[in-house]
């Protein structure tokens, strides 16, 4: 029988266990979830933490409670990938596989920016928003900026959605006027994959809150004791609280393994996922793929479900003898943009002409549609 070995139970891995329940089920094949976190939850919760309408023990699943019954699930964390010997080496055991589909997602470097880890908070790390929250609770005054460290990071709309909820914060208390809210990109644009027009809404939601707005702005180095940022362009910015996106880049282990190339993450192939192991796959925010433009996709988790239901769907018909569907590179997000309010954005990939993208105008009923989304996957992934 052969053996399916998920490595990552984030939203890739978590929707390749789910559609290869049945034919575990029927015992055509064994299916082996390895994930070291005993929780799941999504990565808009860091920012409903922050502004305060979760606590930071809400919005969790426990794998323990995975609606995939006959998927093993293994909390394990991954030592080493051997893919000349199909073997993953976890810290408690060795497992070999037939099929690996490696769903680990991005690894948060922050060292890669020198002072970054010391001088600011992470926003991609659930442990440091509860002392930036109580951080803004307590700023009167001065600079708050918003960096986006490097490119490509996970969820193009995130380090946009916080600095219109860190607004939304300093308003409620009535401190906005003597805050300065910054943020600064090295993007050309907000969201460049989504396309001119979708940028400039980004740009005018922005400039409506009055958050100064950089591109093209690549932070070099943070000075934690006198508080600024130099940027490879010469500009240079204090601040009371800095607020970044680190760089990412694919976990070592998957380095190590030989995987990734010069982007630091695993190039596969647009609609397969293979990587260039035999029988590998990569989804998701560890994967490097490339659009028929030649544009890099983009890492989100809407995007790493899509992937998944390719490669599970595949997997699926290789094993059924049945023919496969093809990845169509759309989904749609959510983009909250603070006052109650979230924008739903579809995204088109794979269009002739180029990625193709459209943007809503913001609405209760858009942030209702996100929590909505995050109800339907809990209750696909682990039930009520």
Partial sequence: MEHVVILGGGFGGL???????PLAASGKVRVTLVERNTHFRMGFNKQWVLDGRRRPDEGLRPYASLRARHVAFLH????????ARRTAHLKS??????????????????????GLAEGAYDLFDDAAIPTLKAAVEGMTEGTLIVAIASVPFKCPPAPYEYALL????LRRRKVRQAVR????????????????????QMKALLAERGIEYETQHKPRAVDAATRVVTYENGAKLAYEILAAVPPHRAPKVVRDAGLTDASGFVPVELGT???SAPDVYAIGDVAAIKLPGGGPHPKAGVFAEAQALAVARALIGRMD????????????????????????AELH???????????????????AAKAEFERERFARWFGG
Wanted: hydrophobic letters at 45%.
């Fill in 321 to 344: 003898g049945v023919g496969a569907p093809t990845y169509e590179g759309v989904a749609t997000c959510y983009v909250e943009t603070g006052r109650g309010m979230a924008a739903p």
């Fill in 15 to 21: 929707t390749v266990a789910t559609e290869l329940e």
């Fill in 181 to 200: 809210l910054a943020l600064t990109t090295p993007e050309p644009q907000p969201m460049p994959t989504a396309g001119k027009a979708v940028g400039d």
């Fill in 273 to 275: 996922f293979r990587a």
């Fill in 76 to 83: 394990d964390a991954v030592a080493a990938i051997d893919t």
């Fill in 93 to 114: 055991r060795r497992i070999e596989y037939d099929h690996l589909v490696v769903a680990l997602g991005a690894e948060l470097a922050p060292e890669l920016v020198p």
């Fill in 349 to 367: 990939l794979l269009e002739p002409d180029g990625p193709r993208a459209k943007m809503v105008a913001p609405s209760v009923a858009g942030l």
């Fill in 166 to 169: 860190l607004d939304d914060m």
